[in-house]
Nanobody, 120 residues
């Protein structure tokens, strides 16, 4: 069982930056594909970014490409999401997730989420 805890959310003005962190508790973090998702009010949860177990391969949603950067530190069992040039439409609850297996597919573990609010 893997427990994921997100942090770093908050209130930020448009154009600003935030860095989200997701800390894992298990021993096999380095084997997981890690992803970030978000859910805006009244909308379905959507994919934001993912990173391979080694950190070499990353994938981004078109809506965040060039603004967000996903990274990981396997020694610290933590995955990050650096968010720059934030827009009001980035307002959402952000979730991290872990997948034990191939780079794509369903995720096995989810965090509780951290709220990001971007105001103009």
């Amino acid at each position: 069982q893997e427990q994921l805890v997100e942090s770093g959310g908050g209130l930020v003005q448009a154009g600003g930056s935030l860095r989200l962190s997701c800390a894992a508790s298990g021993r096999t973090f380095s084997r997981y594909v890690m992803g970030w998702f978000r859910q805006a009010p009244g909308k379905e949860r959507e994919f934001v970014a993912r990173i391979s177990w080694s950190g070499v391969i990353t994938t981004y949603a078109d809506s965040v490409k060039g603004r967000f950067t996903i990274s990981r530190d396997n020694a610290k069992k933590t995955v990050y999401l650096q968010m720059n040039s934030l827009k009001p439409e980035d307002t959402a609850v952000y979730y991290c997730a872990a997948r034990n297996g191939d780079y794509t597919g369903n995720y096995d573990y989810w965090g509780q989420g951290t709220v990001v609010t971007v105001f103009s």
